[in-house]
């Protein structure tokens, strides 16, 4: 497994997880962990970029590990471990903010439409340069594939630029990561179910587009009933409208049927009864999820104790690199070290 294509990968533990993050994410990372040497790592730093309520964020950390593991994350493949808990991220981040123009950051897409929710006066200068502490995140590991949501796309360009940059103006130092999106099929881009033209989003002002891993069963149904569609009556998979199309993704990734299948089961049928077809696969995914997350967090020790094995093996690596960078830029070691 040492010789294996190294992955990183990560959620913020800022709300609850949803369908999105688990098609676009969480599930492709578990299909796929046994090709490859894993690190998936709960980034809370990037979490405080928006503000946090302690107690809640705390929680909401926890909650993320032992879904990572509940959706399938083997534990004892897969380093698991919290971004606060190795500092080699945010002594990483700085200096590869030196080497990050400032126009490179302006031009993401993320920002702009998280900035705009708020005032600029209140825009912290975290959420401009999180996507600098995304590429310290990927790589700190040497990193060779990062499965992530569509969304991240740009993101995962910027990272690869920074490191282009940092390896031309100073030396080789850090492998280039390729992106790894929609590789399993439909997914990528899961949208909410009340506005099928934005993204299904933890930080969505309501929760009703959002089908959250956690919520109760009953909840899921009655979301999938209420999901937008349009004033037509039956599935036209020609040209479906947004709601449609969507309904019909999720269920495509939930099942990963083909395309012919999708045409003999849904062609024609009324908006309810797919509606009912999607809500079904969608339970049936996440209630497993729901009775092991439920086994999971009845045992903190051992939650905890699969943190802090993570965290040491993450240091060891982020160490290395953080040495290899900071002797290529003659940053003294630390005296002893
Ligand atoms: N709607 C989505 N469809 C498919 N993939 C998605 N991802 C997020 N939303 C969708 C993927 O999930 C991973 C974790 O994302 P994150 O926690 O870093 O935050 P995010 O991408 O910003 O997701 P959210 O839910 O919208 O969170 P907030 O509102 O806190 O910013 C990533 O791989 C992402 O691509």
Redesign the pocket.
């Known amino acids: 497994m040492t010789d294996s294509p190294i992955v990183f ?4 533990p ?2 609850d997880l ?1 369908l ?2 688990l ?3 969480l599930r492709p990372w578990v299909l796929e962990q046994h090709l490859f040497h894993n690190y998936f790592c709960v ?1 809370d730093l ?1 979490a405080l970029t928006v503000p946090q309520d302690p107690l809640l964020l705390a929680a909401k950390s926890r909650e993320l590990v032992a879904l990572y593991i509940a959706a399938g994350i083997d534990p004892v493949r897969s380093t698991l471990f919290v971004q606060s808990h190795v500092h080699e991220h945010s002594e990483l981040a700085w200096i590869l903010g030196c080497f990050t123009p400032m126009g490179w950051l302006e031009r993401m897409t ?1 920002y702009k439409d998280k900035s705009r929710k708020s005032e600029r006066e209140r825009t912290s200068s975290g959420l401009f340069n999180y996507p600098v502490l995304m590429a310290a995140d990927i790589l700190l590991y040497k990193t060779n594939f990062v499965p ?5 796309r740009q993101h995962l360009e910027l990272t690869r630029n920074i490191a282009n940059r940092f390896n031309g103006l100073v030396g080789e130092t850090f492998v280039i990561p390729e992106p790894r999106i929609g590789h399993m099929g439909a ?5 909410s179910l009340q506005e099928p033209g934005t ?5 969505a002002e309501s929760d009703a587009g959002l089908i959250a891993l956690l919520d109760p069963i009953d909840q899921v149904r009655a979301k999938f009933r209420r999901a937008k569609t349009d004033s037509g009556t039956g599935v036209d998979l020609e040209s479906p409208s947004a709601g449609v199309a969507n309904l019909l993704e999720i269920y495509r990734a939930l099942t990963g049927c083909t395309s012919d299948t999708l045409r003999s089961e849904f062609d024609g049928i009324g908006y309810g009864q797919l509606k009912d077809k999607v809500a079904d696969r969608a339970i049936a995914a996440i209630e497993p999820i729901q009775a092991r997350y439920r086994e999971l967090t009845a045992d903190p020790a051992t939650l905890d104790a699969i943190l802090r094995r993570g965290a040491d093996a993450a240091r060891e690596v982020a160490a290395e690199t953080m040495s290899a960078v900071q002797g290529r830029l003659g940053l003294l070691p630390a005296a002893g070290g």
């Open positions: 990968s990560g959620m913020q800022s709300g949803h999105g993050n098609l676009g994410a980034v990037h993320q992530v949501g569509e969304d991240q997914g990528a881009k899961v949208m993204k299904m989003s933890k930080s």
